[in-house]
């Protein structure tokens, strides 16, 4: 009779854990909400669109300085009306329990002051790159974020595109021997002089900023080093309209511990989009590298010699909903993202190196 009773109780307590589990699981499962701040060709074009490939993340909430524009958007996406926000309201964030992540897709001199005071809104951060205008912004964002125990990821999409994965695991992995040489160039035609790309005041600087980021992130990630010394060049016609404020091609040598050496560019004055890592014993070439799409990849002894088939998609069904669902990931578990805010301060250091040695005409160490 009496073992019967316990029996009886510990069927009870295993059920009642099993149901408390089970409502612990589907809170879980509850897909992470992003606001999303600035409604610019990147925000609306791409990013809210891939919400739909997404596994754990939806988007939540809108944040714009255009009405009209927020409201048709979340007519669209299903956000509901007291979720979008203005500049000016933006702090409300804090009181709307649908965000967890506020990503920031904003001109790159306001990532820091909407990173920190989405940080202080108690939500996490998502922040495109560049991840701001300079180290010290950088370090006042991940402070931020800390204290107020939120995680903090950068843009860097690369990170989960298919193409550079492959090439990141087979360059890990040996595949074309000791690396000894990356080239990275990254541009495009910059043809409208009233963009903020090339008020210095909005973009921190001019190409470097831009698609100088990806030259460098895949020099990194290429060699899985981190420079010691940088060498830069800067080559701008600065009577052209578009570049009275910010540079239009910089070019840069970084030097690696192993001797490795990576000769970067990037420019506003012609399209390029390629990485090339050189090893003793073969190549991996990517062209275009790091487009939203369409990517190619090439490995060979002397050149492109055989075709890289299309890798299996990355963590996402794509690059951007791969980004996504990490950062819900990373929400949900509490481990720190992949390309957290120490990635984008990392870059940020050398980008100000890059700056100095161009204008001083050295080299400097780092
Ligand atoms: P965009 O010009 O198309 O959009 C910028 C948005 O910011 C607009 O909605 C604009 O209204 C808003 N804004 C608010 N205040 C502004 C001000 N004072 N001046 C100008 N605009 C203001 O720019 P974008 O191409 O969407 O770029 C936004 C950010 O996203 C940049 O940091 C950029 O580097 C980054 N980005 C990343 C990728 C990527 O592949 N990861 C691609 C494109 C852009």
């Given at each position: 009779m009496e073992l019967g009773r316990r029996d009886l109780l510990l069927a009870a307590a295993t059920l009642l854990a099993a149901q408390a589990g089970g409502i612990a699981r589907a809170a879980d499962d509850r897909k992470i909400g992003y606001a999303i701040v600035g409604l610019g060709s990147y925000g609306l074009n791409?990013?809210?669109?891939?919400f739909a490939n997404c596994e754990h993340s939806q988007v939540t909430a809108l944040v714009s300085g255009d009405r009209a524009k927020a409201l048709a958007t979340a007519a669209r996406y299903g956000?509901?009306?007291?979720s979008i926000y203005s500049y000016e309201t933006f702090d409300q964030i804090r009181d709307n329990p649908d965000v967890d992540v506020v990503y920031v897709i904003l001109p790159n001199s306001m990532h820091a002051e909407y990173t920190i005071r989405a940080a202080k809104a108690g939500k996490h951060v998502m922040c495109e790159k560049p991840m701001a205008v300079s180290v010290a912004e950088c370090e006042a964002m991940i402070a931020a974020c800390k204290t107020a125990g939120r995680k903090l990821m950068i843009g860097y999409r690369c990170h989960f595109e298919p193409y550079n994965l492959e090439a990141m695991r087979l360059a890990r992995a040996g595949a074309a021997g000791k690396v000894r040489y990356v080239r990275s160039e990254h541009g495009f035609v910059q043809r409208d002089p009233s963009k903020w790309r090339l008020k210095k005041a909005l973009s921190g600087g001019g190409s470097l900023m831009d698609m100088g980021v990806y030259s460098l992130q895949a020099a990194r990630y290429m060699t899985g080093e981190e420079p010691i010394a940088v060498t830069a060049r800067d080559s701008t016609d600065r009577t052209d309209p578009r570049f009275h404020e910010v540079e239009d091609m910089i070019e840069w040598t970084l030097e690696f511990p192993s001797g490795a050496i990576a000769s970067c560019l990037s420019m506003y004055s012609a399209n390029q989009n390629h990485i090339l890592l050189m090893g003793d014993q073969g190549r991996i070439e990517l062209?275009?590298?790091?487009?939203?799409?369409?990517n190619r990849m090439w490995t060979g002894k002397d050149g492109r010699e055989q075709e890289a088939p299309t890798p299996p998609p990355g963590p996402g069904r794509t690059q951007f909903a791969g980004q996504l669902d990490h950062m819900a990931l990373s929400v949900r578990s509490g481990a720190e993202p992949i390309v957290s805010g120490e990635e984008g301060l990392r870059d940020m250091r050398i980008v100000e190196a890059i700056y100095r040695s161009a204008r001083e005409g050295r080299t400097i160490k780092l």
């Open positions: 791409t990013i809210l669109p891939q956000v509901p009306e007291r062209e275009p590298a790091t487009r939203y799409g369409g």
